[in-house]
T-cell receptor, first 112, second 110 residues
Framework: EPEVTQTPSHQVTQMGQEVILRCVPI?????FYWYRQILGQKVEFLVS????????KSEIFDDQFSVERPDGSNFTLKIRSTKLEDSAMYFC??????????FGPGTRLTVL | QKEVEQNSGPLSVPEGAIASLNCTYS??????FFWYRQYSGKSPELIMS????GDKEDGRFTAQLNKASQYVSLLIRDSQPSDSATYLC??????????FGSGTRLSIRP
């Protein structure tokens, strides 16, 4: 069964450093998403991406965040200058023509 | 502020019994509703989606939707220890954004 994959599984970085989280969505999906989950809290929407552009973003997704689909398979989330409060699990999700969204295993980001 | 509310639990159910999980949502215009299962330290796994009023069954799982009451529920029949997890209710509030509840922790006791 096709699934969303994410790398790395765990990323440790120093405050102020840039990080890039990578995702490979399910191959025939056209809609891509990033969510995050701070430990013990809700899953929160960050951004959705369709047809090579952002279709919706939350208040969390400020100028420090960006997304890109650099080729036909990868979907990335960049955080330019990480803050302590960016520490969380980051989930990539993808969806096809239904409304359903399928999540990857996540990247645990730890900012020191 | 669009909200999805769930009882945090824990909900303890004996093995073999029916587990009933409930959720309410605030946005009356919502059209798509989902239940995800999340094991500790893992990602959300889609179990059920429901779009119209009534019941939808898939194996041991039944999702129920009542748009007039803004209420979604999930029934798990013949509960198994492997069903012990956090169950997330999720509502699609716009063209792309899903809003999640905080989840209900379910524990199946042998």
């Amino acid at each position: 069964e096709p699934e969303v994959t994410q790398t790395p599984s765990h990323q440790v970085t120093q405050m102020g450093q840039e990080v890039i989280l990578r995702c490979v969505p399910i191959s025939n999906h056209l809609y891509f998403y990033w969510y995050r989950q701070i430990l013990g809290q809700k899953v929160e929407f960050l951004v959705s991406f369709y047809n090579n552009e952002i279709s919706e973003k939350s208040e969390i997704f400020d100028d420090q965040f960006s997304v890109e689909r650099p080729d036909g398979s990868n979907f990335t989330l960049k955080i330019r200058s990480t803050k302590l409060e960016d520490s969380a699990m980051y989930f990539c999700a993808s969806g096809g023509n239904t409304n359903e969204q399928f999540f990857g295993p996540g990247t645990r980001l730890t900012v020191l | 502020q669009k909200e999805v509310e769930q009882n945090s639990g824990p909900l303890s159910v004996p093995e073999g019994a029916i587990a009933s999980l409930n959720c309410t949502y605030s946005d009356r215009g919502s059209q798509s509703f989902f239940w995800y299962r999340q094991y500790s330290g893992k990602s959300p796994e889609l179990i059920m989606s429901i779009y119209s009023n009534g019941d939808k069954e898939d194996g041991r799982f039944t999702a129920q939707l009542n748009k007039a009451s803004q209420y979604v529920s999930l029934l798990i029949r013949d509960s198994q220890p492997s069903d012990s997890a956090t169950y997330l209710c999720a509502v699609r509030s716009s063209a792309s954004k899903i809003i999640f509840g905080s989840g209900t922790r379910l524990s199946i006791r042998p």
